[in-house]
């Protein structure tokens, strides 16, 4: 797997580490620990950037984010999940992969 989409990976794995501590911190070391965390993620985002085009690695986080939110939500905060957000989420999904063979699509016409 390309080095790049390891940071993809870690960026989308922070992002969820740090939106889980937003529900729950309560003192100011775990504050500071989400604040960390922020920042560890922030800097896996910009690695990938630096091998893969900004858009899609923006996309995916941006939508692993807010998926993973709301499965977070659904799961550990008894939140609830309904045909509406099902929807939205796989506009996103689509958009994503819309995205993807778009970059593809892109880098074949460069090579040609």
């Known amino acids: 797997m390309n080095k790049y989409w390891m940071y993809v990976m870690l ?3 922070f992002e969820m580490l740090w939106v889980f501590g937003f529900s729950t911190a309560e003192s100011i070391w775990q504050w500071v620990l989400v604040i ?3 920042l560890i993620d922030f800097y ?8 893969l085009p900004t858009g899609t690695v923006y996309a995916i986080f941006a939508a692993f984010g807010s998926i993973g939110t709301v499965l977070m939500d659904y799961f550990l905060f ?3 999940i309904n045909l509406l957000k099902l929807l939205f989420i796989g506009v996103l999904v689509t958009g994503v992969i819309g995205l993807k063979i778009a970059d593809n699509h892109q880098e074949e016409g460069v090579k040609a």
């Open 11 to 13: 960026t989308c794995i």
């Open 36 to 38: 960390c965390v922020i």
């Open 78 to 80: 008894a939140g609830t």
């Open 44 to 51: 896996f985002l910009s690695k990938a950037c630096e091998g």
